[in-house]
């Protein structure tokens, strides 16, 4: 079973940053993979990146690449998401998730979800 927790979201002006972080409960936290996905009012939840199990991997959604790194922190049971050069598209709640089954950007894929965070980006 993993809990997770996030925080570090808020309201920012266009161009902007943000540093979200994503606390699991899990012991065994090196054994997942981690996500982060998002999901703005009236639209499904979509992908925004992933990391592997140990970090030495990392996939985005080609509207963050290069602008949102995720990287991870093992010794902390940490994730995190660093936002920057933020738009008002990118305005939604943000969800970290884990899973057991690595390499997979759909939601169904992973078992685990924090409550969300919002974020929301001003012009």
């Known amino acids: 079973q993993v809990q997770l927790v996030e925080s570090g979201g808020g309201l920012v002006q266009a161009g902007g940053s943000l540093r979200l972080s994503c606390a699991a409960s899990a012991r065994t936290f090196t054994t997942y993979a981690m996500g982060w996905f998002r999901q703005a009012p009236g639209k499904e939840r979509e992908f925004v990146a992933r990391i592997s199990e140990s970090g030495s991997s990392t996939y985005y959604a080609n509207s963050v690449k290069g602008r949102f790194p995720i990287s991870r922190d093992n010794a902390k049971n940490t994730v995190y998401l660093q936002m920057n050069s933020l738009k008002p598209e990118d305005t939604a709640v943000y969800f970290c998730?884990?899973?057991?089954?690595?390499?997979?950007?759909?939601?169904?894929?992973?078992?685990?979800w924090g409550q969300g965070t919002q974020v929301t980006v001003s012009s």
């Open positions: 998730a884990a899973t057991s089954v690595p390499g997979f950007q759909t939601p169904s894929a992973y078992g685990y």
